[in-house]
């Protein structure tokens, strides 16, 4: 080989050709010899160059020097001068013509058989339908062609042939898409029109004893056709005037089987595509033709759920346009009530389930439609979404899958992101399939696996670097968007809550939510309207989604105790968060958030108080595990981390009282939803409880020594007695709690006792201010000699500790605190143990009660405040049902030791014996003889005992 031949070998491997040596060859092949100015070099707008541009520079190659030999033999000299001249100089009919040959064998093949068709290529433009049906219409009357039926496919072809060089020349693939299938669409259109006529010119005179109208279903009905896709149709036919519909059924099926023999038949010419009629009323078991009554009829009590789905496309495409329109405003009406059917909504879905199913299993992984993440899950999508809420609005009422997309985007009823992601996969997608089925024109939806068919396909679609590569991972990468966006749209748990709604409910009309409110139980119907109106009114996107979501949410509101305080408090959480980019997407996107978002506030005024104030805690409606509560490890580790981000030991605890506050509202969720028995829930508290303890002690410490010198001279413990230690805390509990300190080797004990006593008078202070949770109230009255007024609030508040404690009696273990105070956990953190059993034998099960049902929760205290009447609502502990009498029951009574008494034991006569039970009590502190750890009211104090009964101990102490 020569040292010229060698550089434009490789010159032209440079230029993409997969084989240098052929193409070397070929573009010395004298046919293509007035397309090359100098053979010496590579032209920067020569034959090579612009052959570079195209999707398979090799097969285009070959296709020119093929393409130049049947001109050369079929044309006139002045038409193959134009060929030459078009080849030769750049623009757009060159660009067209050889975009072609790199894209597609079988229109090369159709070019080469009909030279004549290049202009159709070079000057192709956008046509109507009538256009086009006009012109197949022509050339199947043409005297001069064959046949009708070869004139027909010959004519088809050459405006297929103008309709790919637009597509394979269009700047961006995707972006042609729509107009692409637009025209193919039109195109099936115009030779089902040109078929109907060669079947009538077959049937002579009899043709006119009836009326036949085609409709197209699917993609032909949809104008989203393919390149080669069966043609999805219905007859309908209705006797000519004066005709017995028995004589004019015969015809019209013998029209139907003309029409579809025709564009279905192999000849020399070629074939169009295959006509399928198996979405009519009973399939292939029924008849070809019916008549309009006879469809109408079939719907109304026959049809499933599928076949209603697919009549969202039909549309009249051929024959009499009359009977057409009938038949649509016939059976119209009857898809967009289809939601209204039972289990409509699991029938769609089930059928998608199915055609999953029965996708081979080798072709699953490379399906481009039917195949997970494939283009039925993005028509699935659409068309369910379409057919529930487009009974409501009929801007939703679209054929066209993008059409439809957008009409749901600008309605709320798919997020804006979600639409776009779906649009451009949808996009991609369809664009593989047809450059797929464009090579060949072969009926396919499989991802090709040859290296040389990915990289026709990537460079066809504008990959150039590593084209084979690079159109594989986009694959994958857009199959992956589409099937998470197909599972979360498609399996949305609001969809079949729409769907079981009445029209009346579902437009959420004025006059129909005043009677569905009152319907429903609530007990102001006129305000509940005006939240409704508030919240639905305008043209917002924000009021467009909570049109969807109102109507099915009335009802959850309507299951639970105070449907109008729900209804209240949604309206408070949504103006507060309606604005933002995740809320509304919240409530409609994900899961169950919705409902439970409707029976949280429609049940516990507790846990709507709790949202209101902290809106952004409905996020966690929506998590996988949102509900389900946090360590006590974890708590203290956010809290710290949101603690140490604040300049002031204030700010620090009020940013972990705002992650309480988050962490009460999970839990009053997850207790309202039946996911947190009791013993779950008291242990959940008292973790909460616990962790705020412990990292305000750690915060207020922190700050006390900073002021006070800088040096720390105690370590601090608290230790949690009550409910607390016991790990039973609930909404509504104080926290029982003993301050313990431990002074520093070398301190001097009376600051050591100085200094942490000004830390529990901080810890005290910030814990009791006005925050953003509830209140926690930390009561140190258990604490020995308990309040000692006399004293001052303050005194004896917080102990030396005294190693070991008092063994044997139940009483409080030491817990977490500073390092040494209580063993081997070190560090503030804040105990809460479980009381020791030390008589296992003396225990007994607490009667049951109202606050020990299966149910209990923030909704239980509206229960037993029902239950007891109006002196004292919300008091829960102080009754002989609630929880104090219970817990008492439930633990070993110490034995009761009396102070010394000058006059001994007096008799309930003596005049002594006042004076007595006051010194008792002042030498316990307050509390009740009988030692428990809970503190009760003088009312009940002075509320003689209950006898002995089921549940309580009978060995009291005298």
């Known amino acids: 080989m020569t040292s010229r031949a060698s550089s434009l070998h490789v010159q032209i491997a440079r230029l993409g050709f997969a084989d240098p040596t052929r193409a070397f060859a070929l573009l010395n092949d004298p046919v293509v010899a007035p397309l090359v100015a100098s053979f010496e070099e590579i032209e920067h707008d020569g034959l090579s160059a612009a052959l570079a541009e195209v999707a398979d520079p090799d097969l285009a190659l070959l296709g020119v020097v093929r393409f130049m030999e049947a001109a050369g033999k079929a044309?006139?000299?002045?038409?193959?001068?134009?060929?030459?001249?078009?080849?030769?100089?750049?623009?757009?009919?060159?660009?067209?013509?050889?975009?072609?040959?790199?894209?597609?064998?079988?229109?090369?093949?159709?070019?080469v058989a009909h030279p004549e068709h290049w202009r159709l290529a070079a000057s192709a433009g956008p046509m109507t339908v009538e256009e086009r049906t006009a012109t197949l219409r022509a050339d199947v009357r043409d005297p001069a062609a064959a046949t009708p039926e070869d004139a027909l496919r010959t004519a088809y072809r050459g405006q297929l042939l103008g309709i790919a060089a637009r597509d394979v020349t269009a700047p961006v693939a995707t972006d042609a898409l729509e107009e692409i299938a637009a025209d193919l669409a039109d195109l099936a259109e115009a030779a089902l029109e040109a078929a109907l006529d060669i079947a009538r010119g077959q049937l002579g005179e009899s043709a006119g004893l009836t009326r036949l109208a085609v409709i197209a279903m699917g993609k032909t009905g949809g104008r989203e056709l393919n390149y080669i896709s069966d043609v999805d149709v219905i007859f309908v036919a209705e006797p000519a005037e004066g005709v017995p519909e028995a004589e004019s059924t015969p015809v019209a099926t013998d029209l139907a089987t003309r029409l579809m023999r025709i564009c279905s038949a192999h000849t020399s010419a070629g074939t169009l595509w295959e006509v399928d009629p198996a979405l009519r009323p009973e399939g292939k078991a029924g008849p070809l033709v019916r008549t309009v009554a006879s469809h109408r009829a079939y719907y109304d009590r026959w049809a499933k759920t599928w076949e209603f789905q697919a009549l969202l496309k039909a549309r009249v495409v051929a024959g009499d346009r009359e009977v057409g329109q009938g038949y649509l405003d016939a059976v119209q009406p009857l898809v967009w009530h289809a939601a209204s059917r039972d289990n409509f909504v699991d029938d769609v879905q089930a059928m998608r389930r199915r055609v999953e199913e029965h996708v081979p299993a080798g072709e699953s992984d490379r399906q481009l439609k039917l195949g997970p993440g494939g283009l039925r899950d993005v028509e699935f999508s659409v068309q369910l979404l379409q057919l529930v809420h487009g009974r409501s609005d009929e801007t939703l009422r679209s054929r066209?899958?993008?059409?439809?997309?957008?009409?749901?985007?600008?309605?709320?009823?798919?997020?804006?992101?979600?639409?776009?992601?779906?649009?451009?996969?949808?996009?991609?997608?369809?664009?593989?399939?047809?450059?797929?089925?464009?090579?060949?024109?072969?009926?396919?939806h499989l991802m090709p696996t040859g290296s040389a068919d990915l990289r026709r396909l990537g460079r066809g679609l504008g990959f150039t670097a590593q084209s084979e590569h690079e159109v594989v991972a986009e694959w994958r990468t857009q199959q992956r968007e589409v099937r998470r966006l197909h599972e979360r749209i498609f399996y949305r748990p609001l969809l079949s809550a729409v769907a079981r709604l009445s029209e009346d409910e579902v437009r959420l009309t004025p006059t129909a939510a005043r009677e569905r409110l009152s319907a429903l139980g609530f007990r102001d119907p006129v305000g509940a309207l005006r939240h409704l109106e508030a919240l639905t009114s305008g043209v917002s996107r924000r009021a467009a989604i909570q049109r969807q979501l109102l109507p099915v949410m009335l009802g959850w509101f309507a299951d639970e105790a105070d449907p109008d305080a729900g209804l209240l408090a949604f309206r408070r959480v949504s103006d507060e968060l309606g604005t933002t980019h995740w809320y509304l997407r919240l409530l409609r996107d994900e899961g169950f958030a919705a409902e439970r978002l409707a029976h949280t506030l429609a049940r516990s005024r507790y846990a709507?108080?709790?949202?209101?104030?902290?809106?952004?805690?409905?996020?966690?409606?929506?998590?996988?595990?949102?509900?389900?509560?946090?360590?006590?490890?974890?708590?203290?580790?956010?809290?710290?981390?949101?603690?140490?981000?604040?300049?002031?030991?204030?700010?620090?605890?009020?940013?972990?009282?705002?992650?309480?506050?988050?962490?009460?509202?999970?839990?009053?969720?997850?207790?309202?939803?039946?996911?947190?028995?009791?013993?779950?829930?008291?242990?959940?508290?008292?973790?909460?409880?616990s962790a705020l303890m412990e990292v305000s002690l750690a915060m207020v410490t922190e700050d006390v020594v900073k002021r006070t010198g800088g040096e720390p001279l105690t370590r601090m413990l608290i230790v949690g007695m009550g409910r607390l230690g016991g790990g039973e805390q609930g909404y509504g509990s104080d926290a029982d709690v003993l301050f313990v300190h431990d002074p520093l080797e070398g301190a001097d004990e009376r600051a050591a006792q100085a200094q942490a006593l000004d830390i529990v008078k901080e810890l005290l202070r910030l814990l009791s201010l006005r925050g953003p949770d509830p209140g926690l109230d930390l009561d140190a009255d258990l604490r020995p000699g308990g309040q000692e007024r006399r004293a001052g609030p303050f005194a004896g508040l917080v102990r030396r500790v005294l190693l070991p404690l008092v063994p044997g009696l139940g009483g409080p273990r030491p817990g977490a605190g500073s390092p040494g105070c209580r063993g081997p956990r070190p560090g503030g953190a804040l105990p809460c143990p479980h009381r020791p059993d030390p008589l296992p034998g003396r225990r007994s099960e607490p009667r049951p009660g109202p606050r020990h049902s299966p149910t209990e929760g923030p909704d239980g205290v509206r229960t037993v405040a029902a239950r007891r009447g109006p002196q004292d609502p919300l008091q829960t502990r102080p009754w002989r049902a609630g929880r104090c009498r219970m817990g008492r029951s439930a633990l070993p009574a110490p034995a009761r030791s009396?102070?010394?008494?000058?006059?001994?034991?007096?008799?309930?006569?003596?005049?002594?014996?006042?004076?007595?039970?006051?010194?008792?009590?002042?030498?316990?502190?307050?509390?009740t003889p009988r030692g428990l750890g809970t503190r009760l009211p003088d009312a009940q104090r002075r509320r003689p005992l209950p006898r002995p009964g089921p549940g309580r101990h009978t060995d009291r102490p005298p």
């Open 898 to 927: 009396r102070p010394p008494h000058p006059e001994g034991d007096l008799h309930p006569g003596h005049p002594g014996r006042g004076r007595r039970r006051r010194t008792h009590r002042r030498w316990t502190g307050g509390r």
């Open 608 to 689: 709507a108080n709790l949202l209101e104030q902290a809106p952004e805690c409905v996020q966690f409606l929506g998590e996988t595990h949102g509900l389900r509560p946090r360590s006590r490890e974890e708590l203290v580790r956010r809290m710290t981390v949101a603690a140490r981000r604040r300049d002031t030991v204030a700010d620090a605890v009020t940013a972990a009282r705002t992650i309480r506050r988050a962490e009460l509202f999970r839990l009053a969720v997850a207790d309202l939803s039946g996911e947190l028995d009791l013993r779950t829930l008291g242990a959940a508290m008292t973790d909460l409880t």
């Open 75 to 111: 044309l006139s000299a002045a038409d193959l001068r134009s060929v030459t001249e078009s080849l030769r100089s750049p623009g757009a009919a060159r660009a067209r013509l050889y975009g072609v040959f790199g894209a597609s064998q079988a229109l090369t093949d159709h070019l």
């Open 400 to 444: 066209t899958t993008l059409d439809a997309l957008a009409a749901l985007s600008r309605g709320g009823y798919v997020g804006r992101e979600e639409s776009a992601s779906l649009e451009a996969a949808y996009r991609f997608l369809r664009s593989l399939e047809h450059r797929i089925q464009l090579h060949r024109l072969r009926r396919t």
